[in-house]
């Protein structure tokens, strides 16, 4: 197809409607002559534009719905039909209109890669450091690169240890550290201080230039779409010519022939087709997912494989406070408050996440004196007349005993640790992770239902947290540690077995969104590089969007073929008629209006809304989930005390462990039941309407009952040791199992919730 300004469309448009009202206006008239003449005028405006679009489409090897058009315009004018052709001037022109409005193609350009991409870089020579362009860099070359500063070229760190933002590359959000001799990649930014960089590789060969030829190779090979109306047109095409000629040639009438290609001009595959896509966009639009173009929409509606990012897509992108352990002495709130006191003016992500876990949990941070932080090591002050740091042991320190279980346990769930000292000496540790997003789950069950048949991940960080990821949603393959190369790569072997879609957010996941069938960028937080190089954004924060788009363009494309189909089965019937001399081309004409409004009403069902795509809440029920969502968060503490209390015991059931059972005996009566409770009957009849009815809070409320039969069994346990002066030995065994096994339901109680419930609410 031709590419065509961008106001040929709607001028012709206004031309040829202006064309038919007008002649219209002289045939009421008596004046037949002037009438005849608008048509004519209108039906020549026609052509030429036509007669492009056709070249075009020839020139890239396929014939398209426009050339029956060219034929019949051409019948018409030959044979004096002018209302006829003027008729089909129309048709073409306002199917070419809807078209250019629902499939404008965005350019895969790279400004935003080109913008992040450092243009100098400050080079050390004899002890003066001077500012020069990135291209004079050699490689040898030692650099300085300070903080905020992204890492001009690729290159070995000297001296200080570098602490580098690698997400623009990895997508992973936590900061990592580099020491002397490590390698740096380009494109990464310095989180710390400044460091000095021997430079490896020349600018054209870094690792930041290679991810800007990759997205420019990727954008390059993509295949033009193929119009749906295209694709049905090849068969309908020869058909139609075919049935015009076989009818000049028994009548002998070239008037039949031109009523044959009146009646077969494709107005449902020129109307129906970009009508019903224009519909699907304008719905998606509405839930925050903007589609480039109708190709976009039509090939999100037959995609079979889903390849997605983990980070900041399947993963928040914001680590998050995972668990608090305490030594003996220390409670979980306390270690937390006071770590969040130390690390309320640190810039570092893990700091945030401290902060905020805290304050969730109203643990108000102290006042807090003599901050420092240290890059890589953690920050440090003087609280209540005590030093407290956060962060790394002290070199020289040795962990305790109960430190191991925390070490053995970020291990096992792929969690990061910040240690909690006070002078000098371990009293806590954080565990943080960037958790699985609570709509995830929901989301690819979604899209499962809307067909597509196989999930996989691609992502750049280490395989134990992206398995462990992988696990918990089912999916089909997960490839980890990736480069941007080798996502690229994955992803054009995966194109080359099925139309395939392409989720992520990062920098690094521009090349791979280009050179996939469709890309999806999450627009909230993602890169705008990855936006630019995507032809699907999801304007909001989460991932569900994506099966709200994909349930809205096999929609789509499901009523754009049915009007289309629909419409050339009449057409087909109209041509018989038309073959037999029964349909003049004016009264084909007007006939093939009719069936155009029959499809465009039927196309226009893609505005509707799906009810089945995403349940609709009343505002109270939205307002009831906000609430125990809160709630969750302010419940951490309790399942933290839940599982302290079941690790205490295993020491043996002295006075110490016997406390902690009480205060968690404490906290399960005058907390954590009464949110059961409440969930039960507040929450859950509330939702009965829009999950459909009671069984789908069944197994929930089955939870809630294992919950208080646990919470009963542990106050029974204390009723006995009360009566006997302590715990016996043999009441240790039962009562840790208790516990451990409340932690274990409450967490996967908990998590259901957010997954299953929860993610309803926008």
């Known amino acids: 197809m031709l590419t065509s300004s961008s106001w040929l469309e709607p001028v012709l448009l206004a031309v040829t409607t202006a064309a038919l009202a007008a002649g219209g206006v002289f045939w009421l008239l008596g004046q037949g002559s002037r009438a005849d003449l608008c048509w004519a005028l209108g039906t ?10 056709v070249l075009g489409a020839l020139r890239q090897g396929r014939a398209g719905v426009d050339l029956i058009a060219v034929l019949a315009l051409g019948g018409t004018l030959a044979v004096g039909e002018y209302l006829a052709g ?12 809807l078209e250019a409005a629902a499939q404008q193609r965005a350019s895969h350009d790279l400004r935003a890669l080109l913008e992040h991409a450092p243009r100098t870089a400050r080079r050390r020579t004899d002890g003066e450091v001077r500012t020069v362009p990135l291209g004079e860099v050699a490689v040898g070359d030692l650099l300085v690169v300070g903080p905020g500063e992204v890492v001009p070229v690729d290159g070995l760190v ?11 590359l990895t997508g992973e959000s936590a900061p990592v550290e580099r020491v002397h001799g490590q390698t740096v990649r380009s494109g990464v930014v310095n989180a710390g201080s400044a460091f000095e960089l021997r430079a490896t590789a020349t600018e054209q060969d870094s690792t930041y230039a290679e991810i800007v030829r990759l997205a420019q190779q990727a954008g390059a090979e993509s295949a033009p779409v193929v119009r749906l109306a295209d694709r049905y047109a090849a068969w309908f095409l020869p058909l139609s010519v075919a049935t015009a000629g076989l009818a000049w040639l028994l009548s002998g009438s070239a ?15 020129l109307l129906a087709a970009p009508v019903a896509v224009v519909s699907g966009l304008s719905r998606a639009s509405r839930l925050g997912v903007v589609v480039r173009d109708g190709g976009a929409l039509e090939n999100l509606g037959r995609a079979r494989t889903l390849l997605l990012d983990k980070t900041g897509t399947l993963t928040g992108g914001r680590p998050r406070v995972l668990d608090v352990s305490a030594a003996p002495g220390w409670k979980p709130a306390d270690v937390l408050r006071l770590a969040a006191t130390v690390d309320q003016y640190s810039p570092h992500v893990l700091a ?12 108000e941070p102290a006042e807090v004196t003599d901050v420092a932080e240290e890059p890589g090591r953690g920050a440090r002050g003087v609280v209540e007349g005590r030093r407290a740091a956060v962060g790394r042991l002290e070199p020289g320190v040795q962990p305790p005993a109960w430190a191991r279980t925390v070490e053995n346990r970020a291990l096992l769930d792929g969690a990061a640790v910040a240690w909690l000292t006070v002078d000098g000496v371990p009293v806590g540790a954080v565990l943080l992770r960037d958790p699985i997003r609570h709509d995830a789950p929901r989301t690819l069950r979604r899209l499962r239902t809307a067909g597509m048949e196989r999930i996989v991940m691609l992502t750049g960080d280490r395989p134990e947290p992206a398995r462990e990821v992988a696990a918990v949603l089912g999916l089909d393959d997960v490839r980890a540690e990736l480069a941007p190369a080798d996502k690229v790569a994955a992803v054009r072997a995966e194109r080359e077995r099925a139309v395939t879609v392409m989720v992520g957010d990062g920098v690094n996941d521009a090349p791979a969104l280009a050179a996939a069938t469709v890309g999806v960028a999450m627009g909230a937080r993602g890169s705008t590089a990855s936006s630019e190089a995507a032809d699907v954004v999801l304007t909001t924060d989460r991932v569900d969007p994506l099966a709200d788009a994909v349930a809205i363009a096999v929609r789509a494309r499901r009523i754009a073929v049915q009007s289309a189909l629909g419409g050339m089965v009449m057409s087909l019937a109209a041509m018989a008629a038309a073959a037999l001399g029964l349909l003049p081309p004016a009264v084909g004409a007007l006939l093939q209006e009719g069936i155009d409004v029959a499809v465009i009403l039927n196309a226009l069902r893609a505005l509707r809304v ?17 609430r125990f969502a809160a709630e969750h968060d302010d419940l951490q503490d309790v399942l933290e005390a839940v599982r302290g209390a079941a690790a205490q015991l295993a020491d043996g059931g002295g006075a110490q462990g016997l406390a902690s059972v009480r205060e968690v005996h404490r906290l399960l009566t005058e907390r954590l039941l009464p949110h059961e409770y409440a969930e039960e009957h507040q929450l859950y009849p509330a939702l009965m309407p829009t999950l459909g009815g009671p069984e789908a809070t069944a197994t929930m409320s089955r939870a809630h009952a294992e919950i208080e039969r646990l919470a009963r069994r542990i106050a029974t346990h204390l009723t006995l040791a009360d009566a006997d002066g302590g715990l016996a030995p043999e009441q240790l065994e039962d009562l840790r199992a208790c516990l451990y096994g409340l932690h274990t339901v409450l967490r996967l109680h908990f998590t259901q919730e957010e997954e299953n419930y929860f993610s309803l609410a926008p």
């Open 86 to 97: 003027a008729l089909i001037a129309l048709m073409l022109a306002t199917g070419r209109a």
């Open 44 to 53: 020549i405006a026609a052509v030429g534009p036509a007669v492009g679009w």
């Open 352 to 363: 945030h996440a401290i902060v905020d876990a805290a304050r969730e949990r109203g643990l």
């Open 255 to 269: 008037v039949r022939a031109v009523a044959v290609l009146v009646v077969a001009t494709p107005c449902p595959l």
């Open 158 to 168: 000297v001296g200080a240890t570098a602490v580098l933002d690698e997400s623009v």
């Open 610 to 626: 799906d009810q089945a795509a995403r349940p609709t809440l009343e505002p109270a029920t939205e307002a009831l989930i906000r």
